[in-house]
């Protein structure tokens, strides 16, 4: 059935315009256009492709200007009357089941008898309107089915919600930035929906900057505030939702800070201790192990005996790879969090702490079992044979840098003194293979009171030049021949890497702030692979990390892969299968490395900004450069940068100033430098 009228002046059709119908008189037809006169009184020419399927009724075509825009007024009128009492929903009721798609005739014959061109446009403007239902597809009108309907109305509620939240969420928004540039409190008050999804949108930006779904509708509600990558930390603490100083490095790491993470492991951390126990065998080697006094978490020592021939060196490594299953809920856990967190407001463990700083730290008094490299040394530290084993140890002590250190300097113990100098001689070979040390101060940054509203202070630890070689000496001598080792006996690993060319001249110690920063410059980052290759500033051909498997995942999955070569036991990984997962680890190595990077930077620039009207700090010119010059606070181990002409005119490479600070930024990690002035 159809009631459409051919194309010629003085009929009456319509054509969508902002989705939205417009009634037009045709005053000419020029195929394949018309030129139509509109109830906005213009004259326009259209495609005859943008007339809807709806035409008529038939006009004069002589009609004055004034005669057709009354008529024109008219049937709009009487159409839109028309489509107000139209029930869509009863329509598609009606025809949902029969058709697929019909022309307009067909859907106006369900509600009028004998359909005029008016009940066919109000019936066509009322399905127009009703896009959960019917989709237009000119000429016909398509009919959805139960299911489509009932996801574009969820589509659509949705949208609606969405609507409705953005005019809500940019005033509330932009009232929480005006209580932050104000200090006062925000004023907009939410119904608990609203707060729910905000909560949810500043939370989601705050924690996943990178998140698609949420980007568009956050630059909606956003528009006209600065550009801050903070703007979501500053809005949350404004409103109260995240405290002061919140670490969303961690946030964003999905990192589980708390120890109670680890307690639905418990029954499976229980299963792990006793089985390991059921393993202890006698023939127990009498290890030390030097630490900070605050370390928990103990994972290597060694005991030490000097000969006629050289050294023999029993370094012993904690073994929390015995009895794991890496594919548990707890290994997988475990996999994720990839390392112990060292920050200034407290550490969290890798491991369940009842695992990682008790039943497999190395502490004194206990029997522990260890993967135990004995090494066979020249009277020049020079390695003759190295025999990895699996052993049970005890610990005779837990010493501290401070202790050895004095230890040292009394010659009270012929142990350490003999660890010293086989030390020493170690560092004197990597650096004829061209490694680079630095030896810097160790700023600790102590957090003290209200934890909305901490007191910062630094504190430096004591210098202790011969306990830290005796550690990273041995520690590095153990990574090094155990990549060689391991290359050997055809166990993949996972090596550290930093393949690139240093000048001959930067091997050796360093404790300048002028020679480190420039020796920095030319450093590159050290990175994980499943290929060995040389490792520059640690002067090796080879280096993969075992010494820490109670700290870092990296060194977890290296001491297991050798535990399960020499014990025959557990799943040793191909290479392949390392390869597969190396992306995944490196991928988290950075999230969880970046919280321990940026937090401590964090609170040393917090510290800063505490104490910058009070307290000058003195530093060295490392780069004088032309315009900016770079200033070394050696006992902050920070590098700054200013315009050069707050240091005068003659800035020389070693200069020391003392300056003085102005606005600091600890977010961004700005500070200003206002003045300086040289030190004798």
């Not at 009721?93 to 014959?109: M, P, R, V, Y």
């Not at 009703?130 to 589509?155: L, M, S």
């Amino acid at each position: 059935m159809s009631t459409s009228i051919s194309l010629q002046p003085g009929c009456i059709i319509e054509f969508l315009q902002d989705n939205q119908p417009v009634s037009a008189w045709i005053l000419d037809v020029q195929t394949p256009r018309v030129r139509v006169f509109t109830t906005g009184q213009r004259e326009l020419k259209l495609p005859m492709s943008r007339i809807l399927p709806w035409t008529g009724p038939q006009e004069a075509s002589n009609a004055s200007r004034q005669d057709m825009l009354d008529l024109l007024r008219t049937h709009h009128a009487r159409r839109e009357r028309l489509a107000e009492d139209i029930d869509a929903l009863e329509i598609w009721e009606l025809a949902q089941g029969e058709l697929d798609q019909a022309e307009i005739s067909w859907f106006a014959s369900l509600v009028f008898d004998e359909p005029n061109p008016d009940h066919l446009a109000a019936v066509g403007r009322k399905l127009l309107q009703t896009k959960t239902h019917f989709r237009f597809a000119p000429p016909c009108f398509e009919i959805y089915p139960q299911d489509v309907v009932e996801r574009r109305q969820e589509e659509l509620r949705k949208a609606q919600e969405r609507e409705r939240l953005i005019g809500v969420g940019q005033m509330f928004i932009r009232d929480l930035w005006d209580s932050f540039c104000k200090r006062k409190k925000p004023s907009v008050v939410l119904d608990q929906e609203q707060t729910r999804r905000l909560t949810d949108l500043i939370m989601t930006r705050l924690t996943n900057p990178d998140d698609r779904d949420s980007e568009g509708l956050w630059k909606t509600m956003t528009m006209g505030l600065p550009e801050d990558p903070h703007l979501p930390l500053l809005l949350a603490q404004t409103w109260g939702i995240v405290p002061p100083h919140y670490n969303f490095y961690l946030a964003r790491a999905q990192y589980d800070w708390e120890p109670e993470w680890a307690q639905p492991y418990a029954e499976a951390v229980a299963s792990i201790q006793e089985r390991v126990q059921a393993r202890q065998e006698p023939g127990l080697t009498s290890i030390v192990t030097i630490d900070s006094a605050t370390t928990k978490d103990i994972d290597d020592g060694f005991s030490l005996i000097r000969h006629d021939q050289g050294f023999t060196l029993h370094l012993a490594l904690a073994c929390p790879c015995l009895e794991w299953d890496f594919e548990s809920d707890l290994g997988k856990t475990v996999q994720q969090r990839f390392a112990s967190l060292y920050l200034p407001e407290g550490t969290s463990h890798m491991l369940p702490e009842v695992l990682g700083t008790q039943f497999f730290s190395l502490t004194a008094g206990q029997n522990h079992p260890a993967l135990v490299l004995t090494f066979e040394l020249d009277a020049q530290g020079l390695v003759q044979t190295l025999t990895p084993h699996i052993a049970w140890v005890q610990v005779h002590g837990n010493l501290t840098y401070t202790g050895v250190e004095e230890a040292i300097a009394a010659g009270s113990s012929a142990l350490l003194q003999d660890a010293y100098e086989l030390a020493a001689l170690l560092r004197t070979e990597r650096i004829r293979n061209h490694a680079v040390i630095m030896e810097q101060p160790d700023p600790h940054i102590v957090v003290s009171g209200d934890p909305h509203a901490p007191r910062l202070s630094i504190e430096l630890y004591p210098h202790t030049p011969a306990a830290q070689m005796i550690v990273s000496e041995f520690m590095i001598l153990a990574n090094t021949n155990i990549a060689s080792w391991c290359l050997e006996h055809n166990v993949p690993l996972l090596f550290r890497t930093q393949n690139i060319t240093l000048s001959a001249e930067s091997a050796g110690v360093w404790n300048e702030p002028t020679d480190i920063y420039r020796i920095i410059n030319t450093m590159g980052p050290s990175i994980l692979e499943c290929e060995p290759k040389r490792h520059a500033t640690i002067g090796a051909k080879a280096y993969a990390s075992i010494t820490s498997p109670l700290r870092r995942y990296s060194d977890f999955i290296n001491v297991s892969q050798i535990v399960s070569n020499l014990t025959g036991q557990g799943h040793m990984l191909s290479k392949e299968e390392l390869q597969t997962l190396l992306p995944q680890l490196s991928s988290r190595a950075e999230q969880v490395n970046q919280v321990q990077r940026m937090r401590p930077r964090y609170w040393k620039y917090e510290y800063f900004r505490q104490n910058h009207k009070s307290q000058r700090w003195s530093g060295i010119i490392v780069d004088p450069g032309s315009t900016l010059v770079t200033i070394a606070l050696p006992d902050m181990q920070v590098f700054l940068k200013a315009p050069r002409k707050i240091f005068g005119d003659k800035v020389r490479l070693g200069q020391r100033f003392s300056i003085r600070m102005g606005k600091v930024d600890p977010l961004n990690f700005e500070i200003k430098i206002v003045e300086a002035w040289e030190e004798e």
